[in-house]
């Protein structure tokens, strides 16, 4: 059964940075309405700790949930836009698993890109999302916390690798968050 994108591209006033990753997982594991909604998906919290030296900042523990207000008040002051690299796929085994993923219909990157001028950099979390970015612009794929050069409409972008903020890819929270603070500071000078 192919599965459409449940939520709209979320591109904010002044987007600097877009974060794709490949794809939600089933809605049933949703905790919140936005990106990254499974409550043991680490990207909240890896955010926590970059921009604020706390990885519970965006957890309400009790609730097992993300405070989706703040998330958003971060990521619309930071200029960060976030979606994904496929829009309509089929989930082989019926998990969330990358692995598991077969794209019926890639994002329109180009289209997607457009919307935002002011953009210097993207962000891929996982092997899936950078092998259709890479694909798509003809480029090579960073290694895992590096970044590549290319160019969409007379500009110099950077694309960027992290880690997966999946539970399932071996790497401690504070580990990750070390690779995406150091992205972060290219773009926002003020991050330490």
């Known amino acids: 059964m192919v599965e459409r ?9 002044g987007a600097r940075l877009l974060m794709l990753g490949s794809f939600p997982p089933a809605q049933h594991r ?25 990885k519970n900042r965006f957890v309400d523990e009790q609730a097992r949930t993300f405070r989706l207000d703040d998330i958003l008040t971060l990521l619309r002051t930071r200029g960060i836009a976030i979606y994904d690299t496929a829009t309509a796929v ?7 698993s990358d692995k598991d993923l077969q794209v019926v219909e890639p994002t329109p990157l180009d289209a997607l890109l457009a919307r935002m001028p002011q953009l210097e950099a993207v962000v891929t979390t996982g092997e899936k999302a950078t092998g259709l970015f890479t694909a798509h612009f003809g480029i090579p794929a960073p290694k895992v ?17 992290m880690p997966s ?26 991050i330490h």
């Not at 919140?32 to 030296?53: E, H, S, V």
């Not at 590096?146 to 500009?155: A, D, K, L, Q």
């Not at 539970?167 to 003020?190: F, G, Q, S, W």
């Open 5 to 13: 994108h449940p939520l709209e591209p979320f591109v904010p006033e």
């Open 30 to 54: 949703w905790c919140m309405d936005f990106f990254y909604p499974n409550f043991t998906n680490d990207m909240w919290r890896i955010m926590g700790l970059c921009f604020f030296g706390d």
């Open 90 to 96: 089929v989930r082989t085994q019926g998990t969330a």
């Open 145 to 161: 916390g590096t970044w590549v050069p290319f160019t969409f409409e007379g500009r110099e972008l950077r694309l960027y690798r």
């Open 165 to 190: 903020s999946s539970r399932a890819y071996p790497m401690r929270v504070e580990r990750k968050a070390d690779y995406y603070r150091a992205m972060l500071c290219d773009i926002y000078h003020d």
